[in-house]
């Protein structure tokens, strides 16, 4: 269907959605430091040498819902989902654990092309739920969500205490 959509709109050269390669993951963990630092500010890990061992030793097993989003031969998105089985009901659900997109090609088609290329191959795998966690103050994030018709289901309050002069 990706590639029907493209070949209409003559971008089908342009643009590539594909499982990673181990030659993107320089680039992907690059993607992976930007969203840590999205997703928890100040406590991010931003080493990328962390970002690059944990794509290596994911690779293996979970490449099939390792995309990377190619335009005009550059990667410019990034996407993992991967399925999970709930500990207590045994219940096989996807869990989105990244979504990038370069700030060059945010809010164009290339980006939903890249986001049902995950609901697609969350489909593929049958599972029930697809669950992604998103930080309260990335807007974006939130938005693609809820047009796919996520809802949200559990919010995390945090308080942090002050240090005290004793």
């Known amino acids: 269907m990706l590639r029907r959509i493209m070949a209409q709109k003559g971008e089908e050269d342009k643009m590539n959605i594909r499982p990673i390669k181990q030659e ?4 992907v963990a690059e993607f992976e430091k930007e969203i840590s630092v999205i ?10 040498e962390f ?3 944990k794509l290596d030793k994911a690779i293996p ?9 190619e335009l005009e031969g550059r990667v410019a998105g990034w996407l993992w989902m991967t399925l999970k ?11 989105f654990k990244s979504f990038y997109a370069a700030e060059s090609c945010r809010g164009t088609e290339a980006v939903t092309a890249l986001f049902e290329a995950g609901m697609d191959f969350a489909g593929r795998r ?8 998103v930080h ?10 809820k047009n796919y018709g996520f809802a949200p289901t559990h919010l995390t309050m945090e308080y ?3 240090d005290q002069e004793a």
């Not at 997703?39 to 990328?48: I, K």
């Not at 089985?85 to 869990?95: A, D, G, L, P, R």
């Not at 309260?136 to 969500?145: I, T």
């Open 51 to 53: 970002h690059r061992r």
């Open 24 to 27: 993107d993951v320089a680039q």
């Open 136 to 145: 309260v103050s990335n807007l974006p994030m939130r938005a693609l969500y």
């Open 126 to 133: 049958k599972a029930r739920r697809i669950v992604g966690h």
């Open 85 to 95: 089985e709930n500990f207590v009901t045994k219940e096989n659900y996807i869990q």
């Open 61 to 69: 097993r979970e490449r099939e819902g390792m995309l990377v989003l």
């Open 39 to 48: 997703s928890f500010g100040s406590e991010a890990v931003t080493d990328l």
């Open 160 to 162: 942090k205490v002050q």
